[in-house]
């Protein structure tokens, strides 16, 4: 506790206390081929095995985390998505429009070798119409003989256009360095509106409920949105109103378009909800109760809980359950979701609207945690008499310390942690454990970064 105390005194805090908000988003996005997941291997530094040329190789992951000339910032990698080729056309729009409403900024990758396609030139439609910058990538310059391929695409009316070599790495830095250039230095998607309606992403595999359940609650209310003064819609999102307070469920018209099952319908599922989660302040997963937990049900989970947001796990289909199942529902999802024990859990039937008002209860009790700030005061008092009482264990003699801690920022509550060594994984979630445990923090990831101060 001493220490603690000490070191309050020493640092100010201020200068520790600067709010970061969330890294900027770049998306790649191109026609299929084109390049994009060798792009995107080169830029987060993934080998370059995972690129298989058997187009269709789909991932579970759709951000990845990358570095550039000292700046954080997530790629979005629309590469192995598969496109029929009869609808590719419209196929390649959809898939671009989602990505593109996911990004700050757009990395348009065109095949040099083969030059602008009608496909390509209805992408740069709606890259105009988004406002987003957009950086020109002219790929497959894999020598000086292909600069002048790249120096056509000048005629696609984006700028510049920049001779790479994804394969090779050959421009990739300076192509880096144009991205970084027109890339904001906190997404957009983190200057979440302070005041209006709270945003909800209704998300979970296909068939759980997510459109009966949209309507169920939908269709009790309306409202005229012209009475929300200063609030902005993007189309896709609707007001719900729940008991009289309304709330932006986003990105419903993919819940409510039903999606074709054409190949590539996971990944492309996967890139939607990804979407509707960026844009969203916290995420109701939806679940079936009537169901085992499948991988597409953890995979939403984790994709929630990597995002940062606020998160309410639903389970519907309830009125399937019959009352001799339930304690062994119970023990299964307590088995399943042993690491989501945070997450507020409500029970309910889209069918018959069974305890779906519940929801809001749950919802409004997450954003309050997502968006809670503890005092450094009050933090500092609590970690110092956690570490006096439970000390990070010795390790081949040393002893790391406890120096200060803030709440660096919110949305999601993030710590800084100051010590004189690294803290081993499980002290780790010890303290954030007992910082649950402490300040409530129901419904909210929470994270918490270790500096290591001599
Ligand atoms: P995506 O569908 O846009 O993600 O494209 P891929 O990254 O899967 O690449 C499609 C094919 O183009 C693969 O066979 C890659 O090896 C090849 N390719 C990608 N970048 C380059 C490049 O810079 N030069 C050459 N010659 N081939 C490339
Ligand atoms: P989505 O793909 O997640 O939008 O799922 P849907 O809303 O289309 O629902 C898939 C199927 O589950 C449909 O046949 C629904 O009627 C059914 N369903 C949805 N909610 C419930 C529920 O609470 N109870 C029961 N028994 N069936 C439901």
Redesign the pocket.
Known sequence: ADDVALLDGEWSGRELVAEQGPAPVLAII????????????RVIGRREAV???K?GVTRDRVTYPAEWAGRDFHVVD????EVDVAGIESKVAEQAEVAISLADAVVF?VDA?VGATATDERVVELLRRSGKPVVLAA????GPSGEADAAYLWALGLGEPHP?????G?GVGDLLDAAMAVLPAVSEHGELRPTGPRRVALVGRPNVGKSSLLNKIAGSERVVVDDLAGTTRDPVDELVVIKGVPYWFVDTAGIRRRAHQASGADFYASLRTAAAIEKAEVAVVLLDASHPLTEQDTRVLQQVVDSGRALVVAYNKWDLMDDDRRPYLEREIEKELVQLTWAPRVNVSARTGWHTERLTGAIETALESWDSRIPTGRLNAFLGELVAAHPHPLRGGKQPRILFATQASTRPPRFVVFATGFLEAGYRRFIERRLRETFGFEGTPIEIAVRVRE
């Open positions: 191109g026609r299929p081929n084109v390049g994009k997941s060798t792009l995107v291997n690129v298989e040329d187009p629309t590469g192995g998505w990758v070798t790929n497959k310059v894999d790479i070599s994804a394969l090779h050959r």
